[in-house]
């Protein structure tokens, strides 16, 4: 079983790739399973420029592969000034809290939307150093919307989540099953196997 550090303290993050790469014989372990955690100034202008910054970061204390992820976020209508981008949880130099998330997403939905919602994309950056060799891949998911009327449920980690619906299920993120989550517009298994590619080269 080979072992990966994924360089997040985000649980939800761990288990968005667990599993699947268990079947792939890799053990993801995150950073509080090393008891690890240093202060990393995420300066990149693009998802894959974050990614390599923290696992560059990591590589320096230890010993086996690591991997790291960022994620930016994209509106429509909204001004370049108030583009979430890479600082999709660190606004005006703070970091929020997952509900504190949920309200400025919601005020911007309030500012730039039209009918109580905005279409939305995410767009993500993995990077993964594996001895002395630096492997990136990126990606994007179908548009969706972030709405103005929240869900009760909360998925701790992905606070936005509670505000965002699938456009072809018309499902919140928070009420997507697992088969929906296999659908071709969610499924990740491609990704699983770059990871898994990517400790096997």
Known sequence: MKKLLFATTNQSKINRFKE???KKGVELLSLGDLNLNIEV???GTSAINNALIKARAYQTIVDIPIMAMDDNLFLEGVPDKEQPGTNVR???GKRLTDEEMIKHYISLVNNYGVNGKITAR???GIAII?????YTHTWSKSDFYLVSNPTEKRDIGYPLNSISINKKLNKYFTDMTEEDKISPQEDESDIIDFIADCLNI
């Open 122 to 124: 995410w767009v993500y």
């Open 20 to 22: 699947g790469l268990l």
């Open 90 to 92: 660190r606004i005006g």
């Open 130 to 134: 594996n001895k002395t060799r630096e």
């Open 41 to 43: 100034e995420e300066s």
